[in-house]
């Protein structure tokens, strides 16, 4: 089997999605997702003009040595513009590998490892209150898993609320909107808020809580050590993680369990984390951190320090994505939990998929390779629209992490 032919689907329905396709002679095609939030058209053309030409004629079963060969053969390693292209080729050559093997692609990783994938939903409100009726409404629907944030009293806008009346979606179309931050009102409240959700949910429902990137290690190991007697089942990304040693000083002072790594590209990101157990769940996703050949090895990697997986899943992941995440979610062994937000109407529409959910459970489906297909026809009535994520300033203008 051959590659004959690839090509770059740009296509906003509601948001942008950047789509990796690759045909073989045999008139077997998969799909690699390659959308980064922000960056789109940066991928596209790293796809396209660098990446595409070398992998025609290459046999798609060659999945390691395909990934070398984009990685090594660049010399300019890592980074997320590179790894987000590398995890596309790769997604499409285990799609078409599942496909032409007639079988799913958790049965080339591994086979079943359990039933069901356990999905954790967004939970949010302008307010304690607002975010409560939202963790209501969610176990509602099934969910075992709710992350909750909350609007933070003197703060116009926090991480991760939507407009009334909206779903939250991170990226604004047109040039970067401004947030305002400050640490101190956070720190206050965020025990507040979880206090009264298990006043009112009980002990059974597992709550997790994003921090963004936004504390320091000390003040992330106070938040941590406040939130205790509310059991999380993780605080994630409590600190940026460039210097990984920060994460010794969060171990050090709570026994929150902590996740980081929604943002990492490369196994190298994570090294240290892992190896010295300053981590319990790592965040990183395949079309983000270079496919499933190199998701496959971090996970087997943290298997021997106890860390489990909780693959990024926000809607800036598009169903391509989804899928090869649920299929790594149900073949390896130390699988942790995985984050669900569901798409809208028009990018389901656009990316037709086997992958379900159901009592708070996710399931990859029994369709062979990945299970997503891309309708072009409808995809070409979204054309691409500029969007940026936020940035974010303190309250006397300084910038900061968003
Ligand atoms: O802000 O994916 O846990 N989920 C997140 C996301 C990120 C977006 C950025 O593009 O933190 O909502
Ligand atoms: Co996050």
């Not at 409404?137 to 075992?144: D, I, N, V, W």
């Not at 509310?230 to 994460?247: K, S, V």
């Not at 300053?278 to 971090?298: C, E, F, N």
Request: aromatic share 10%; glycine share 10%; hydrophobic share 40%.
């Amino acid at each position: 089997m051959k590659i004959t032919r690839a090509s770059v689907n740009i296509t906003s329905p509601g948001r942008n999605f950047v789509t990796l396709k690759i045909e073989t002679g045999e008139g077997i095609y998969g799909l690699g997702d390659s959308t980064l939030n922000g960056r789109e058209l940066a991928v596209a053309s790293y796809l396209s003009d660098h990446v595409i030409p070398c992998i025609i004629g290459r046999d798609p079963f060659e999945t390691e040595d395909i990934w070398q060969y984009l990685y090594r053969g660049a010399y300019w390693r890592r980074g997320p513009v590179t790894m987000a292209a590398i995890g596309a080729v790769d997604l499409a050559l285990w799609d078409i590998k599942g496909k032409a093997l007639n079988t799913p692609v958790y049965n080339l990783l591994g086979g079943k490892c359990r039933e069901g994938v356990l999905a954790y939903a967004h939970a949010n409100g302008k307010d304690i209150d607002h975010a409560l009726e939202d963790v209501a409404r969610h176990r509602e629907m099934g969910y075992k898993a709710i992350r909750v944030q909350s609007g933070i009293p003197g703060l116009a806008t926090t991480y991760g609320i939507a407009r009334s009346g909206e779903k939250y979606e991170p990226a604004e179309r047109g040039l970067p909107s401004e947030c305002e931050w400050a640490t101190e009102p956070y720190l206050r409240h965020v025990p507040k808020l979880f206090a009264r959700v298990r006043q009112v949910f009980g002990e059974e429902l597992h709550l997790l809580h994003d921090c963004h990137h936004r504390l320091t290690p000390i003040e992330a190991g106070r938040l941590g050590k406040e939130l205790e007697p509310f059991h999380l089942f993780w605080l994630e990304d409590p600190a940026p993680a460039e210097l990984q040693q920060g994460f010794k000083v969060i171990r050090e002072h709570t026994t929150t369990p902590i996740a980081v790594g929604e943002v990492f590209n490369s196994i190298w990101d994570a090294h240290d984390l892992i190896r010295n157990q300053w981590i319990d769940y790592i965040r990183m996703t395949p079309s983000h951190a270079g496919g499933l050949t190199q998701l496959k090895k971090v996970a087997d990697f943290g298997a021997l320090y106890h860390v489990r997986t909780g693959c990024h899943g926000a809607t800036d992941m598009s169903p391509v994505c989804m899928a090869a995440a649920l299929h790594f979610d149900t073949a390896i062994h130390n699988f942790g939990i995985q984050e669900r937000v569901p798409h809208s109407e028009e990018t389901d529409a656009v990316f037709p998929h086997h992958y379900t959910f159901k009592d708070g459970l996710m399931l990859a489906g029994e369709a062979p390779g990945l299970g997503v297909d891309l309708d072009e026809a409808l995809a070409a009535k979204y054309p691409y629209q500029r969007a940026y994520l936020p940035i974010n300033r303190k309250l006397d203008g300084t910038l900061t992490d968003w």
